[in-house]
């Protein structure tokens, strides 16, 4: 069992954190410096994953009680399975990061660009087809005041061809619109990078079983001191 003291050793950690933060906060006179202050590390350098804290008060818990044994440094079937556990606990901590850094690099990255590359460059053309169809509207005004309120006016030839190219403009613009439109919602990137995510989540599982079924078999087979 970890004891009340460890737990209050993590809490009180944490509680030193957040005065440091405070602390930090309040002696900040620009923005930029209150933003180091909340970036920084705390001193401590125990990951902050749940398993590696739990590691971290297995392991005090272990030493407290070789602390408190009357032949000091004297290991039992206890103080045994603390370090085991410890020790445990701090490698699926490890897992814990090696999934955290796959989940920025192979999926929130992709993510990010999907929708700081992708989506971009369909607004841009989304843009592009509202220039477009401004510019042809342009034109049919220009034409309408040169035939005079008479739409049977034959066209003046340079605006003839000024409507025609506009209008390839406008289709052309618009064809390249829809197409990156469709492109964007194509369910098979976005699903492939689920995927990624879910296999991501799974190895970090797995291996966590993996950690805690070799610890539990080294636990039955360790010898029960009866003190």
């Given at each position: 069992m970890i004891?009340?003291?460890?737990?209050?050793?993590?809490?009180t950690d944490y509680s030193k954190i957040i005065s440091e933060k405070f602390s930090g906060l309040s002696q900040a006179t620009t923005t930029s410096e209150a933003e180091?202050?909340?970036?920084?590390?705390?001193?401590d350098s125990t990951p902050k994953t749940l398993s590696h804290q739990l590691s971290k008060s297995?392991?005090?818990?272990?030493?407290?009680?070789?602390?408190?044994s009357e032949e000091e440094s004297t290991e039992n079937s206890l103080t045994k399975a603390?370090?085991?556990?410890s020790e445990t606990e701090y490698r699926i901590g490890d897992e814990r990061l090696d999934q955290d850094k796959l989940i920025i690099t192979e999926f929130n990255a992709k993510v990010k660009k999907i929708l700081n590359v992708d989506f971009a460059n369909a607004s841009k053309l989304r843009?592009?087809?509202?220039?477009?169809?401004?510019?042809?509207?342009?034109?049919?005004a220009e034409i309408?005041?040169?035939q005079k309120g008479d739409e049977n006016a034959e066209i003046p030839e340079n605006l003839s061809k000024k409507l025609e190219a506009s209008e390839d403009d406008l289709v052309n613009?618009?064809?390249?619109?829809?197409?990156?439109?469709?492109?964007?919602?194509?369910?098979?990137?976005?699903?492939?990078?689920v995927k990624v995510f879910a296999k991501i989540q799974l190895?970090?599982?797995?291996?966590?079983?993996?950690?805690?079924s070799q610890l539990v078999d080294e636990l039955d087979t360790l010898p029960v001191d009866d003190e």
């Open positions: 004891s009340l003291n460890c737990h209050k050793k993590s809490l180091a202050v909340l970036l920084a590390t705390s001193k297995f392991k005090a818990s272990r030493d407290l009680l070789l602390s408190s603390l370090l085991k556990i843009k592009q087809v509202e220039t477009s169809r401004l510019a042809f509207d342009t034109v049919r309408k005041v040169a613009a618009t064809e390249l619109a829809v197409e990156s439109m469709k492109d964007l919602i194509k369910p098979l990137e976005a699903v492939s990078l190895n970090y599982h797995k291996a966590a079983v993996t950690e805690l």
